[in-house]
């Protein structure tokens, strides 16, 4: 089922973790999905992201036995998911319609009274919207966000509430579940009027509910709720933003693990959120070494912390100072380029594709530059990677560009060793082939060109 909860505007990867149960029986999973046009399906885990894929016939019928935790998870169908709840001995068949998921999606059998639970539930908001296609437009006054998002809350309680024959746990997790929903979408909604419907200095009122007031932050049961982590986190996040804001904090990854040590007192949750912020931030530090430092002392687990230092010492391999990883791509003609082929001279790279806008946004800024620059020792050197070879050439003729544009697969040992994730990206080399920045200033940034004027 689709999620139509307001996006969080902190979005942090989650850690790997499940509820601790002992699996006394598999988890049994059989049915049909009509209208599937695929032939695989997969369960995931909303805590671990393990998956597990399902095989499907071309009936859309399915029958699988999985082992795992009692916890909550995603059917997956791709772009398309509906959550549901697990547990060790559930025996669920399910039947839906791709044509409409949501409204379709039932369960029978053992766990069937959870599962059909949660369909109910995320389909109130649906319903309520239905009844109220003004609020359907996404732009709404506080008074009516206030009013939508209490009259959801206190609908799901009453769903709750009067559904019976259902685990206990599960009830406890829901009624905290629900509470968090509504924090949740509390925390986000003026980040939504900001950052997503252009409204920068919006404000809430004073009279506007304070999202975490009573908010247990060491709630070691509750980890089992995947929005927990991530309100705790928008917790965490507000706390951090106000010593960034009084400018006693300047580094945020940093900043928010120090401030995790601070406001979560349970050693458990500590570890928990400071994998997920790590996940996150730690690339986007400015003192890897520090910001690794307080990450270690918050996770003692080294399987825990393996990821995230594998990461740190990739980041350290691109500090300033150490030996540039190698290409070798070819121009237009067909020519290829290394790094020996600018041996002498200091290199300035920009890393970009014909789809990304930001990237065309930068074009104008870097052909200016490179006609104000091109008596210095600079080269200019262009690679287009994530893209089709025709739409790169196509650009290359259309926009003029100067310099040395290069065309990369998109499987690329440069791009891999750089751990470039989003474009634009934009590197300096100095002329012995060193990393001078691994992340240089864009060519819109104004100082960018004194900066390279100043090079010896």
Known sequence: MKTKLISAILLLLLADHSVAQTQLKPVQLSGSIKNLNMDTIAVVNTITKVVHKIGVDKTGAFKISLNLNEGYYNLSFQREYTGMYLKPGYDLKISADMENLDQSIAYAGAGANENNFLTKKYQITEDYLKVNPALAQGVLSEEDFLKQNTTVYDLRNALLEKTTAIDENFRYLEKNNIELEKRSDLFNYPMMMRY??????FKVSEKYPDAFKGLDVNNEKLIAIPNYSQVVLNYVYTKNNEKMVAGTVTDLGIGMLSTLDT?????KIKAFMAVQIAEQLIEKT????????????????ENQRAPIREKY????SLEKGMP???FSFADMTGKKYSLKDFKGKYIYVDVWATWCGPCKVEIPHLKKLESELHNKNIAFVSICTFDEMAKWEAMVKEKELSGTQLFAPRDNDFVKKYNIQGIPRFLLIDKEGKILSSDAKRPSDPTLKDELLSLP
């Open 324 to 326: 540039s990883p190698d």
């Open 313 to 316: 010492m990739a980041m350290k």
């Open 196 to 201: 997503q419907m252009g409204k920068p200095d």
């Open 263 to 267: 406001v979560v007192k349970s050693e």
């Open 286 to 301: 400015k003192s890897p070494e520090e910001f690794y430092t307080k990450f270690a002392a918050l996770v003692p687990d």
